[in-house]
């Protein structure tokens, strides 16, 4: 199968100067007339072809300049359109497909969810709706028109700004919308429907007004208000921080039930997986609403990250994704609690992003080939995109990023451009030289950093040394040094910042060492006391750190830190080296248990921290973290099993005192998504969680919470935190939140999650039984990730069970699943990513079932690469 490359980029012969299409919808089919103006570039050698991409098109007819074209003049089949010789000049291409979106389970380019037509295009969509040269550097104009039956599609959208509208015979009806801004295909998007709406308005700073819509399934729109509060909050922060403004009369958002991601930035008219719209206290937990904020934030944001200025090809995706992540994480932290946000981050960089980098599937943020683009929507490409542009902005400092940012708005503004092009902004900005710091974007692989240090009471001098490797990735045998940001800060016994009166040997920056050699060894003078170093605070580098510290220099870190991040962090090393090595076969010694018990409680009791802070730092490392941190040869059994005798240590003496606690925290006012009090619904669930895991009452507590909870952050985390520890209540809590909710499929999905995630014995049978039922909703994304998607990444016992019954389950399911949508098959297959890190009972296991998938079936190009890439 073919590999695309970097290195073979080059131009389109061809550009298009304008779009126009005719969408022709009826129940059945839907007609796609597309007029493209296109002119040959000025060295463009004439009788060049003109090669349009399709996919799964079939041409019913072509005219080039008002004339049919001769058989002999081009050449169509399903996946390409080619232009024999076209003439020299500027001229018009008419082309006309008909498409049945009914049967589109792909979910790529124009299909029906629920009844209402819809499109994605990004990345290669669009060649699914017309021929075209169907890349991100190409850039047009597009007019839409639209025609649809007034019952079935009374509401009809696409990109930009409607112009015209009105009544056709046949009670049909139709819509044109034009999008003065150029753009590349997959911002394409049109929706018709029979959807309900809510609308407001938003003055930008300039003063224009923008009319907002929010469209919906009949009966939902009451619960899209969240969403629109939280888009008017997007579109004002970007003007207060980033200084850019929304440039259409018009932004709307449609939700739908059937979306392989969780949303999309099309021009104006933004498409949603309905699970990141709908929120109301009954069915949306507190998760769900700060996703809600967060992706709405995202999307919006990607107008001027994204849109104005997109990618040259999709090897750049994360020049969009991860500064567009960024730009959301900072949304976040700004409107709620930088610290939470920061430490929520770096837990998920360290459960996804981690992992993936450092197994078979890990690639450079700015990959150099691929087979299937759809393969690289990973973490890598967002969240690693995202920590690199943060460390910029910490090399930078607050002016300095802002600078060089609209800088990047200033130059960059209408282009379709390059990790390279961003580099340059910020190095003309700053007059720093880049060139080393690009390495994040082109190579693969978490450094690891080293630290030791030592300290001479009689030349009062400390010296601290700090050394850097990367692990060979695929594809990667060498690495060069990276040039990595370490924030850091010296504490004295007494707890208060320690003070130097000079420092040689390395680059310090104010509080920021520059750490750009394999090593580097800093000599600090004047220095009173031996200090403990607190390093990479606020994770200024997504590094893994080996900081050598005791288990009494993490938990002093863990009180006396003024960095609630590395705070946070302390206590997590602290647990996560207790699991890991009685997982190993040693035991921790009481005095272990106690001093961290006593960290807990001293956390827990500070009055000056926040109950979300409080919820993170007593949250003990889930076993998957465990599992990465021990590295290879990883027993999940025993994992479980260090991690529950853990927590069983912890919460003993101190049960009583939990419960209290727990008991204090309920919260007797009206349910509110705010942060305050989904702060203190996580701590008080984070209680449950530890005395259901570590004590005997703690099964209870959680049924009689279940039954008692008026919202569904409650409700959930009891019935989750049951399920997960598989109390003897956990099967009614299930079987009961199952019928209460039944008819709501985004509540089914929390069912499915919780469900997937059980360790017992027989969940499999459970989750076969769940699928096999005939109402399951098999083409649904949603339904099949909430299932196989939370089993593979979050139950790690039962997916790698040594008799491979975990795993055999799961390549059965994809079999099913890529016949339907290859991209969910392919993305739940990347589960297996684990393999290399188990014991070789497990591991051997899951290659044999990946193997028989490989010999037995014929794959789609998306699971055929995870496979091939896994295996390798
Ligand atoms: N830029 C969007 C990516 C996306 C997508 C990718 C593949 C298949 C379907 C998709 N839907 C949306 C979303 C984002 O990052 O904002
Ligand atoms: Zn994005």
Known sequence: EQTIYLKDYAPTPYRIVSVELDFRILEERTRVRAQLTVEPRPDTAPGTPLVLDGDDLKLDSIALDGAPLVLSAYAADANSLTLVEPPHRRFVLETEVTLEPASNTKLMGLYRSSGTWCTQCEPEGFRRITYYLDRPDVLAPFKVRMSAPKALAPVLLANGNLVDKGELGDDLHFAVWEDPFLKPAYLFALVAGDLGSITDSFTTMSGRKVELGIYCTHGKESECFYAMDSLKRSMAWDERRFGR????????????????????????????????????????????????????????????????????????????????????????????????????????????????????????????????????????????????????????????????????????????????????????????DLSQFATWYLQAGTPQVGVSDSYDAASQTYTLTLTQKVDPTPGEPTKKPLLIPVRFGLIGPNGSPVGWNGVSGGTVEGDLIVLDSESVTLTFTGVANKPVPSLFRGFSAPVKVESGLSQDDLLFLARHDSDPFNRWDALQSAATTLIASAAQGSTWSATDADALRQALVDTLENPDLDDAFKAQAIDIPAETVVGRHIGKDVDPDAVAEAR????????????????????????????????????????????????????????????????????????????????????????ALLGDFRTRFAGDPLVFDKWLTASAQAPDGGVIERMRATLAAPDFPRTNPNRLRSLLGSFVMTNPVQFTRTDGLGFRFITEAVVDIDKVNPQVASRILTGFRILPTLEAARRNAGLEALQALKDQHKLSRNVGEILDRILA
């Open 245 to 432: 403004e929304y440039d259409l009369d018009v932004f709307n958002i449609v939700a739908v039930s059937d979306f392989n991601f969780g949303a999309m930035e099309n021009k104006g008219l933004n498409i949603f997986n309905d699970r990141l719209v709908f929120a109301k206290p009954e069915t949306a937990t507190d998760a769900n609403y700060h996703g809600i904020e967060r992706v709405i934030a995202h999307e919006y944001f990607h107008n001027w990250t994204g849109n104005r200025i997109t990618c040259r090809d999709w090897f750049q995706l994360c020049l969009k994704e991860g500064l567009t992540v960024f730009r959301d994480q900072e949304f976040t932290s700004d409107e709620r609690s930088r610290p939470v946000q920061r430490i929520h981050d770096v837990q998920n960089l360290r459960t996804s992003q981690f992992p993936e980098d450092g197994g078979p599937l890990a690639h450079p943020p700015r990959p150099d080939s691929f087979r299937e683009i759809n393969n690289f929507y990973t973490t890598t490409v967002y969240e690693k995109g995202a920590e690199i542009v943060r460390m910029l902005a910490t090399l930078l400092g607050e002016a300095g990023f802002r600078k060089a940012m609209d800088l990047y708005f200033e130059r960059h503004d209408g282009d379709a451009t390059t990790i390279e092009a961003f580099i340059k902004v910020f190095e003309d900005a700053s007059g720093r």
């Open 644 to 731: 529950k005798a853990l927590v069983t240590a912890l919460v003993g003496p101190i049960a009583e005192k939990l419960t209290a606690l727990y008991r204090d925290l309920a919260i007797s006012v009206p349910y509110s998504p705010d942060a305050n009090q989904a702060g203190r619904r996580s701590l008080r669930n984070g209680l449950l969680a530890l005395l259901v895991a570590g004590s005997d009452q703690g099964a209870g507590l959680a049924a009689e919470q279940y039954s008692g909870a008026t919202n569904m952050t409650d409700r959930y985390a009891a019935m989750a935190i049951s399920a997960r520890n598989w109390t003897s209540e956990a099967p």
